[in-house]
């Protein structure tokens, strides 16, 4: 059928063939007690439309997911996560073994320090939680990167672009996708994105504002174009 | 056929006709920003079933529910809310005109003194978060109840049947649903539930595990035999 040609036609090419890409994805939740938890907007929309992308592409995908209510392909490897601890350490288990790595997770970037096992009773007045930092897995997978093309997102409701280019080159980020919506939420649970696509070489890519399954592969285009110039 | 003959017995009896029934489901969320919250592990399910079967026994159902990923039944009122400071007021608009209403959802305690329009930085060491108690919306309709039949809902990890008693009184209930689930956690996302209905006037009637949409009749049998017998 007319349709059936269209849909083959639309089929991108495999040139993600033999690669292997981690996608981070969804928000972390940090529990407070068995019922009470911290966590934040993400959807996990980006994330999941970047690993199938990927896959689509011929990538061997792992997606390292927060709680979303959103479904894989069955061709991604899926990996379950809640605390951003959790993600941390199955991430940095499978690190080392990646081509690229793309953290559009929104990973808390505090945890109650203390967790209680009870509901915690509530009492007359105010209360203070006392609130650590979490272990920064973009800044650590910088850190200890190799051979890895590894790309991060910002979503800041104020100067985006700036705070973006600070954010690459702090964490040692081969580039950075960065929402400039106004407003950080309008970037999280929306089916449509705005980015800019920053690289360590200076690059300053506007992608138009599509679905976020357009702009995944317009993502992975620009991730391709920048490892071929790496590697010339 | 068979099996729309079978379905056709299971319809329940319309013994809640002429009945106007508020529910609260699922759980509220309290922001700290634009980006991050606290919430809970509710799924909505318990309310959500007990909105669908007062629905099928003919009350005139209004639902209001915190975010979750479930569905009303269409002849169900549903009235989305996010904070508890949202639930109590869309409950107080509505509740002169009630004649039952169940409070399932697990509403915040607490929520942020200070909510920012910007995502809040991160910073170095350690962030303090300040809490107020939200206002308790149970206590509230007990204070201001006339002729509504008030029914809660307990789910603690320890005592709970003590604690669900006390929580009777104090609150000026007819009557409280318990969970006995050792673990409250347990109690939130399954489809089964364990709980024991207590009222006013000393009744204790265990409703042995089911799923919750059974459950959920189960209750509205107890909480029509109560009516039946304060009219009386």
Do not use: W
Request: proline letters at 3%; hydrophobic letters at 35%.
């Amino acid at each position: 059928s007319i349709i059936r040609i269209l849909e083959e036609r639309k089929e991108p090419i495999r040139d993600l063939a033999g690669k292997r890409v981690l996608v981070t994805a969804g928000p972390t939740q940090e529990t407070i007690d068995p019922v009470r938890f911290f966590t934040n907007h993400s959807s996990g929309k980006m994330g999941y439309a970047l690993a199938e992308a990927a896959a689509r592409r011929g990538a061997d995908v792992t997606l390292v997911s927060g709680p979303t209510q959103l479904t894989a392909p069955r061709s991604v490897k899926r990996v379950d996560i809640a605390s951003a601890q959790d993600m941390l350490d199955q991430v940095l288990a499978r690190y080392e073994e990646q081509d690229i790595v793309i953290k559009a997770a929104a990973v808390a970037d505090y945890r109650p320090v203390q967790t209680f096992d009870s509901k915690m009773k509530k009492k007359d007045g105010n209360l203070s939680i006392e609130l650590e930092r979490t272990t920064d897995i973009l800044q650590t997978l910088g850190q200890r990167k190799q051979h890895q093309y590894l790309v991060g997102f910002a979503a800041e409701t104020d100067n985006a672009i700036e705070y973006g280019k600070g954010k690459l080159e702090r964490k040692r980020l081969d580039a950075i996708c960065v929402n400039t919506v106004g407003k950080a939420d309008s970037g999280f649970q929306s089916d449509t994105n705005e980015v800019i696509y920053l690289n360590k070489e200076g690059k300053e890519q506007h992608l138009p504002t599509e679905t976020k399954k357009q702009i995944a592969h317009r993502i992975l285009d620009e991730i391709l174009e920048d490892m071929e110039a790496d590697r010339k």
